[in-house]
């Protein structure tokens, strides 16, 4: 059985520890987070409290965190080296994001039967089988002779990958919706229930060391992901 695969910038925890580190992930965090300047006071508060130090010794160690600071901004702008992230190099191919307009996550349509180019996922709901047509929608199959199925109809649905089938109840993904559709009569799908927001959606594709294209939410929301030629390295990677 086929398995389904299950901003703009890459969580920074995970992509600088592939970059450069579990230190300088550490001290990259903390210069980006609103509250850093709230950090370092707390931890210099507890240092003072705990070790009662004089206020002599509190003034070298509010000169020292602010030096401290320095040498993390001066992490946070480190460039990258020559050296490929995680020793993966750039050859030639990269992942270019789908982008949709929220009309097209919105247009859902029964179809005609059409043919299958990159099935993913397979249910059967005897005599019928659902598969997944990886980001397009699902194919409906009759399969009452195994030796002769029939492929039926299908439903289109922008930036699907997943399905899963519960009595007479279809679930499908739509980017980050959740579709619900009665298939009581399969040859008649009704979608019964859109659940908004559902499932997390990342700007990034669901593949480990791969360079891919930046996402620009300008051009829309993406709904999934394609392997194409590159001329030049991209400048994200995870």
């Known amino acids: 059985m086929v398995q389904g695969v299950k901003g703009a ?12 580190g579990e230190n ?14 709230k950090l370092v006071a707390t931890l210099f508060s507890n240092s003072v409290s705990k070790c009662r130090v004089s206020s002599f010794t509190a003034q070298i160690m509010q000169k020292f965190f602010r030096l401290l600071s320095l040498v993390f901004i001066g992490f946070g702008c480190v460039e990258p080296t020559d050296s490929p992230p995680n020793g993966v190099d750039f050859t030639g191919t990269g992942y270019r994001p789908i982008y949709s307009s929220p009309d097209e996550l919105a247009r859902i349509q029964i179809a005609g039967a059409q043919p299958l180019a990159q099935p993913g996922k397979i249910y059967l709901f005897d005599p019928y089988i659902f598969i997944n047509e ?28 997943d399905i899963a089938v519960k009595g007479n109840w279809l679930y499908a993904d739509n980017v980050s919706n959740l579709l619900v559709f009665d298939i009581t009569d399969p040859l008649s799908p009704k979608l019964s229930k859109t659940i908004a927001d559902a499932i997390p959606h990342n700007n990034f594709p669901p593949f480990q060391n791969v360079y891919f294209e930046c996402v620009d939410t300008k051009k829309g929301i993406v709904s999934g992901w394609e392997k194409v030629p590159m001329s030049a390295q991209p400048k994200c990677f995870r």
């Open 134 to 161: 990886l980001g397009k929608g699902i194919h409906i199959i009759d399969n009452k002779d195994p030796k002769n199925p029939k492929n039926l109809s299908f439903i289109a649905i922008t930036g699907n990958y």
């Open 24 to 37: 300088l992930v550490n001290g990259y965090l903390y210069m980006h987070r609103p509250d850093f300047p």
């Open 9 to 20: 910038k890459i969580a920074a925890t995970w992509e600088l520890r592939e970059l450069y």
